[in-house]
C-alpha cells in the first residue's frame, strides 16, 4: 500500500485501477469520506505558542500514545510548510494501521468476495485531508515554524472502517449483479439476496454496539475507580506523608532511620532496671545495629544485625516497605558467664566476657529475617510483619491525629508467637501481646514510649537519633 500526499488531501490506493469515468453513483459507492464532516471543527483550530516554555511535544519530536495519532512537522521556512510536513508525519504515522484494518475487512468479508480478490481488486478509497486541522502550532526562538495534528484513535479507526466496509460494499455488490446477470437470476433473487446481505450486515452491527457497550461500561468502571481513589488521597492526605519509624516495640520495620546515628534504651521504673541497650548507624538504604538485652540490668542475650531496604515506600495509595536482613545472635550466656556478669562491675568485663562465650561453637547462632510494612490510609494504620528463626511478631501502628499532630502520637499493639524458649516471658508464653504509646518530641531526634511487655511489665523506652 503507498500514501500520497497532495496540498490538501492524501489518496490510499491499492493496486492500479483504471480511472472510472462514469458519474459517482452514491447509491453503489456509499457517500465520499471526508473527515471534516464527521469531526467538524478541529479541537484547536490555529493556535501558535507565545509562551516562554517549550511545548513537550517540541521537546520530543516524535509521540506515541495508546490513544492517539500525531503527526509532527516543522519549517525552517513557513507555517506552511510545517503544516504540511505534519500532515506527511500522519499520513504516513497511520499508513501500518490504515493497511491492518483494510487487512482484517477483506478477511472477514472473505465469504462474500471471490476468491482471487485482493488489493488490487480494491476501490481507490479518497480520504480528505480538509478534516485534519492542525492542533498546535509553536514558534521557536531560531524561527523555527512547529506544527503538531492530533486525533484520537479509535475515532479514526472508525472512520477508515466505514469507508472500507463501503467500497467492499460496493465491490460485493457489483459482483452479485454480474453473478446475478450471467446466470439469469430474477428480480425476486436479487431482492432476497439484498435483504440477506442487510440481515448479515445488521447482525454484525449489533454485535459492534455490543461491544461497543462493553468498552464503555469498562471505561466507566476504571473512572469510578480512579475517583475512588482521588477521594481517599484527599482525605487521607497527612497519613499518606507519615513515613513509619524503624522500630515497633522490640523488633524493627523495614524503614530505615532518616539520621547516621540512632540509640535507644528500655528502663524498668519499677525496678529501675534496664532491659535493653541499642545502638546503630545507617547509610541510604543500610543500617547495622547491636543490641544488649539484660535482666534486672545483668546481660543475658546479645545481637548483631544487618538490614538492607530492598523495596522503599512504593504505591499511590497503599505504600508498601520491604526489607531483608542477617543477625547474629547469643540466646544466653552459660552459667559461669552469667555469674561473672553478675559481680560487681562486671559490666566492665563484658567484652571479655563475650569473647569467652563466643568461643563456644554452640553459644552463638544466626538467622535471616524478614519485614515489610505497609500503609491503610482509610484506617489511619500502618501494617507491619517481621519473621526470622527465633519469632514472628505482626504489629499495627495507629495514629489518632494525622491531621493535626502527623506522626507526634501513635499508638502500638504487637502479637509475637515465639519460637525459641530464651526470648520468652518468664511464664513460657509462646503467644504474647504487647502495646506501646509512642510520642513523638523532636522530629527524627527524640522520641519516647510507654509499653507493657512480657504480660506484666510496664517499660520506658528512649529513642535518639543523630
Do not use: C
Request: aromatic share 10%.
Amino acid at each position: 500500500m503507498t500514501i500520497l500526499l497532495l496540498t490538501g488531501s492524501f489518496i490510499l490506493a491499492w493496486g492500479s485501477p483504471k480511472p472510472d469515468t462514469t458519474k459517482f453513483d452514491r447509491s453503489v459507492h456509499g457517500r465520499p469520506f471526508d473527515l471534516e464532516e464527521i469531526f467538524g471543527t478541529a479541537l484547536i483550530d490555529d493556535i501558535r505558542s507565545s509562551q516562554d516554555a517549550v511545548p513537550q511535544w517540541v521537546i520530543a519530536g516524535e509521540l506515541t500514545s495508546d490513544t492517539l495519532y500525531y503527526g509532527i512537522g516543522k519549517s525552517t521556512e513557513s507555517q506552511e510548510a510545517a503544516d504540511n510536513d505534519a500532515r506527511l508525519h500522519f499520513a504516513q504515522y497511520v499508513e501500518v494501521s490504515v493497511q491492518s484494518i483494510a487487512t482484517q475487512q477483506i478477511a472477514e468479508n472473505k465469504d462474500r468476495l471471490e476468491e482471487n480478490y485482493n488489493y488490487e481488486s480494491l476501490v481507490s478509497t479518497k480520504m480528505s485531508l480538509r478534516g485534519v486541522k492542525i492542533t498546535e502550532r509553536y514558534l521557536a526562538a531560531d524561527s523555527t515554524f512547529y506544527s503538531l495534528i492530533r486525533y484520537g484513535k479509535s475515532t479514526y479507526h472508525r472512520l477508515v472502517t466505514q469507508e472500507i466496509q463501503i467500497s467492499l460494499e460496493a465491490s460485493i455488490r457489483k459482483q452479485e449483479l454480474a453473478h446475478q446477470a450471467a446466470e439469469a437470476l430474477s428480480a425476486d433473487s436479487l431482492r432476497h439476496k439484498l435483504a440477506m446481505d442487510s440481515l448479515f450486515m445488521a447482525r454484525k452491527q449489533a454485535v459492534i454496539d455490543s461491544l461497543d457497550h462493553i468498552l464503555k461500561m469498562n471505561e466507566a468502571r476504571i473512572r469510578q475507580e480512579q475517583d475512588r481513589i482521588n477521594l481517599i488521597k484527599s482525605q487521607h492526605a497527612a497519613f499518606l506523608k507519615i513515613m513509619p519509624r524503624y522500630l515497633l516495640i522490640d523488633v524493627p520495620t523495614a524503614t530505615i532511620p532518616n539520621t547516621w546515628i540512632y540509640a535507644s534504651a528500655r528502663w524498668n521504673p519499677n525496678t529501675e532496671d534496664f532491659r535493653q541497650l541499642k545502638a546503630g548507624v545507617s547509610l541510604w538504604l543500610l543500617s547495622a545495629e547491636t543490641n544488649v538485652w539484660a535482666t534486672k540490668s545483668t546481660i543475658n542475650q546479645t545481637d548483631l544485625s544487618l538490614k538492607l531496604q530492598l523495596l522503599p515506600e512504593q504505591g499511590d495509595l497503599y505504600k508498601v516497605s520491604l526489607a531483608l536482613g542477617w543477625v547474629s545472635y547469643v540466646e544466653a550466656f552459660s552459667q559461669p558467664n552469667h555469674e561473672r556478669l553478675r559481680e560487681e562491675n562486671g559490666y566492665k568485663s563484658f567484652l571479655s566476657i563475650l569473647d569467652d562465650e563466643l568461643k563456644d561453637p554452640y553459644a552463638q547462632n544466626t538467622t535471616f529475617f524478614v519485614t515489610g510494612t505497609v500503609g491503610l490510609p482509610q484506617i489511619n494504620n500502618h501494617l507491619s510483619l517481621y519473621v526470622d528463626k527465633r519469632r514472628l511478631s505482626l504489629a499495627n501502628i495507629w495514629y489518632p491525629f494525622p491531621r493535626n499532630m502527623g506522626d507526634a502520637i501513635s499508638i502500638i499493639n504487637q502479637f509475637d508467637y515465639i519460637l525459641s524458649e530464651y526470648y520468652r516471658n518468664r511464664f513460657g508464653d509462646q503467644l504474647q501481646w504487647q502495646l506501646g504509646l509512642r510520642l513523638i518530641a523532636i522530629a527524627d531526634r527524640f522520641a519516647t514510649m510507654v509499653s507493657y511487655e512480657d504480660h506484666e511489665v510496664w517499660m520506658l523506652n528512649f529513642e535518639f537519633q543523630y
